[in-house]
């Protein structure tokens, strides 16, 4: 790629990194300068200099505690630069049967997968089946760095590209950038002694160890990380299989049940030498018509519930919301959040608790919000649009939608 070219081209990854984090504070900072901070990153990356050394942590509750590690503006910018040549590349690679940050693959398609496979293994629900379910234990803190720039190099080497030595040396530059080493902190420091034990946290890992959960680059990497072994499980050993990051499940007529179980201390063996473990807390083996928890349903062979613990999350948010004094102001926090939960229900055709939910909101959000009957969601009434409320703020004149 000639020079200007590679420039041109860079100008291009940077508009597609801000699309849908322009007005994070990082973002900001970037664009006050991005022509000057631009021309300075590609001339640190022609000299081979540039690093990653902003880096940021915060914890999230929701579905759970969790420590995310993220980088800023100029993170992503290489982030974005290698998985725009590597995500459309590794579809080559994937297993079909692996669900992980794949373009139309996400929870509803891996369940509705396990699906299907539970009615071929149980010969359209007539003859016996089971389904055996794995856990990775803290399958993103124990990652091991070059395995995962190992991951990415193999799917940059089918590609043939002419600049594969910049995208593999600018790959190791973004696996390899210890964020715990140079990181703020985002979220005060006491409640990571109360609520993230100490394996789970990439601020007690040792160099070369963990994955940063709020990077791109490693939400690619593993994908593809335990690739190999879901293969073997296919492709090998024949078994029906569904991945959905850390979570396996495999189903099985009850005539190969013990072969099924006999794979594993071979799959344990794999797996350790990615530095990767079985949870042994986790290990699910039942008939099928008792159904699975997975990805936060429980799936029985003719329907989809929405677990309990989901369906608690979802109410305890109504409560949070009706307890908002300015409702106006969280409107659309309120309407994106009961529509996430709505569209969840939706899928799982559970209309009961879909009416449990609207009638558990407070009477006093209906002044601003009203709910269609017909889609199952909730939208802004007329006067209190999104672009109404701004034309209402700033005098403007934007074209209002009938919804």
């Avoid at 993220?70 to 630069?81: K, S, V, W, Y």
């Avoid at 396990?114 to 379910?133: D, F, Q, V």
Wanted: charged share 30%; proline share 4%.
């Amino acid at each position: 790629m000639e020079r200007w070219e590679h420039f041109a081209h860079l100008v291009d990854v940077y508009f597609d990194t801000r699309r849908n984090k322009r007005y994070g504070r990082d973002s900001m900072v970037y664009e006050m300068s991005w022509t000057a901070n631009l021309v300075r990153d590609f001339r640190e990356r022609e000299e081979r200099t540039i690093r990653i050394l902003q880096n940021y942590a915060f914890l999230v509750s929701i579905p759970k505690w969790r420590e995310i590690m993220a980088t800023e503006f100029r993170g992503r910018l290489i982030d974005h630069e290698i998985c725009e040549v590597v995500i459309p590349a590794a579809n080559a690679v994937l297993s079909p049967v692996s669900y992980n940050n794949r373009k139309g693959m996400g929870a509803q398609a891996a369940i509705n997968h396990l699906i299907e496979n539970i009615h071929k293994a149980s010969e359209g629900y007539t003859a016996p089946a089971r389904i055996i379910k794995l856990d990775l234990k803290g399958y993103f803190p124990s990652a091991s760095w070059d395995v995962a720039e190992r991951c990415i190099d193999g799917v940059l080497d089918l590609t043939g590209r002419d600049d594969l030595d910049y995208l593999k040396w600018l790959t190791m530059v973004a696996v390899h950038c210890n964020p715990a080493a140079h990181c703020e902190l985002r979220t005060p420091h006491h409640l990571w002694k109360e609520h993230i034990a100490p394996e789970k946290s990439l601020l007690s890992r040792p160099e070369g160890v963990g994955a940063a959960i709020g990077r791109l680059i490693w939400q690619t990497a593993m994908g593809l990380y335990i690739n190999d072994e879901i293969r073997w499980l296919t492709e090998e050993c024949g078994l029906l299989v569904v991945c959905f990051v850390d979570d396996i499940v495999i189903t099985v007529p009850e005539r190969l049940h013990g072969y099924a179980l006999a794979l594993i201390p071979e799959l344990r063996r794999r797996l350790a030498a990615k530095g990767v473990r079985l949870n042994e807390k986790k290990f699910y083996d039942q008939p099928y018509g008792h159904g699975v928890e997975f990805l936060g349903s429980h799936v029985k062979p003719w329907r989809i519930h929405l677990n309990d613990s989901s369906y608690a999350r979802a109410l305890s948010r109504v409560r949070e919301l009706n307890g908002v004094v300015h409702k106006e102001e969280h409107l659309d926090d309120f309407v994106a959040s009961i529509n996430s939960y709505t569209g969840i229900l939706k899928n799982r055709n559970e209309r009961k608790r879909t009416r449990e939910l609207r009638e558990a909101v407070d009477p006093s959000w209906w002044e601003f919000a009203e709910w269609d009957e017909r889609r199952q969601c909730v939208r802004c009434r007329p006067p209190y649009t999104h672009n109404a409320r701004l034309n209402k703020k700033y005098r403007l004149n934007l074209k209002q939608y009938e919804q």
